[in-house]
């Protein structure tokens, strides 16, 4: 997404919790690229430590006019058995780190004048997936928030959307979609029966998110605001049956 907006001209700063020597590959990249890029570490989950972060990018930038909530963790957590650290873990990246990020830059998208705000859901939100409840949980109360915030920029020239992206080849998911061990093989199986893929191959690209957060956070989305676009090839729009 990153190098998605910088090469449509977005300049572009990278918030990540990840040392700074890993974010600046990006930022590099994009620079060696001809755009414009800075990277910055920063947990989401600590609201202090973002408005801190936000407010030196206003100072160096003077504005922000689109802000993409991308972090988060996916912890597979069980109802029983389930470890409570991975659920404080991702209620507080997943929820509380969209709220601290999106309540830090709207201030500054109003003095501005608009801005665009994108938040990243996941078709898990609407679609069950046994074993990631808390998961499945904190991005239904993405969307659930993208909505209520919407409610309440009326006016403001500032929109706010979702995006629930299905399977993707990241490597949050790598073990699954390299089918690394007998238990990624199941959720391969599961994924790959489950999704009506127009292209045979349940695991989109990072690429197609991309153009798809690109979008909502373009001009050319003026009237889409409260919306989650689901980015997911069917997975859940058909129930699984059998072929007749």
Do not use: W
Not at 46 to 70: F, H, M, P, S, W
Not at 196 to 201: A, D, F, L, V
């Amino acid at each position: 997404t990153a190098r998605m907006m910088a090469a449509q001209g977005a300049t572009v700063c990278l918030l990540s919790i990840t040392p700074l020597e890993e974010t600046d590959i990006v930022a590099d990249a994009i620079k060696a690229a001809g755009g414009v890029a800075a990277s910055f570490q920063c947990d989401v989950a600590d609201r202090a430590a973002v408005d801190r972060c936000i407010g030196q990018i206003e100072k160096t930038y003077e504005r922000i006019d689109v802000l993409v909530n991308c972090a988060g963790v996916f912890l597979p957590n069980p109802i029983f058995g389930g470890d409570s650290a991975d659920v404080e873990r991702t209620l507080n990246v997943n929820l509380k780190g969209t709220y601290n990020t999106v309540h830090a830059v709207l201030p500054i998208m109003r003095r501005a004048g608009g801005g665009s705000i994108v938040n990243v859901a996941s078709a898990a939100a609407k679609q069950a997936v046994v074993g990631t409840s808390m998961y499945a949980a904190s991005k239904a109360a993405v969307i659930a928030f993208t909505r209520t915030v919407a409610g309440e920029l009326k006016g403001l020239r500032i929109r706010i959307n979702a995006v629930a992206p299905g399977a993707i080849r990241t490597p949050m998911v790598a073990a699954v979609h390299t089918r690394q061990t007998p238990e990624a093989e199941k959720m391969y199986r599961f994924l790959a029966d489950a999704t009506p893929s127009p292209y045979g191959e349940p695991f989109l690209e990072p690429e197609d998110v991309a153009s798809a957060i690109c979008f909502l956070a373009s001009d050319a989305a003026r009237g889409v605001h409260g919306a989650t676009l689901v980015v997911d090839q069917g997975l859940t729009a058909v129930a699984p049956s059998p072929q007749l």
